[in-house]
Nanobody, 121 residues
Framework: QVQLVESGGGLVQPGGSLRLSCAAS????????MGWYRQAPGKQRELVAV???????NYADSVKGRFTISRDNAKNTVALQMNSLKPEDTAVYYC???????????????WGQGTQVTVSS
């Protein structure tokens, strides 16, 4: 069984910062790309940032220059540092990872349970 567990969400004022973390655990053989998505009320889930297994990154235009994604392959973790937060960043943030499990040796995408980020004064 594979699990992704997020932490670090909360309430922050506009202009503030938050750091989200996500840890993958369980029957893992290897992890490919890891990323963060978000879903605001009434909107579709959208990609925020993604990082490959070798560290290549890609960001949504709306967060470029403000958010930074990073990963620790030894610990099976991915983080999202969010700076200069805006009210429009308010959403539930989900961690996603492409994982090859030991049980099936097949690749599959896994999701975390989501963590709420609210940017408000």
């Amino acid at each position: 069984q594979v699990q992704l567990v997020e932490s670090g969400g909360g309430l922050v004022q506009p202009g503030g910062s938050l750091r989200l973390s996500c840890a993958a655990s369980g029957s893992i053989f290897s992890i490919g790309a890891m990323g963060w998505y978000r879903q605001a009320p009434g909107k579709q889930r959208e990609l925020v940032a993604v990082i490959s297994s070798v560290g290549s990154t890609n960001y949504a235009d709306s967060v470029k220059g403000r958010f930074t994604i990073s990963r620790d392959n030894a610990k099976n973790t991915v983080a999202l540092q969010m700076n200069s937060l805006k009210p429009e960043d308010t959403a539930v943030y989900y961690c996603n990872a492409d994982i090859r499990s030991l049980s099936t040796m097949g690749w599959r995408g896994f999701w975390g349970q989501g963590t709420q980020v609210t940017v408000s004064s």
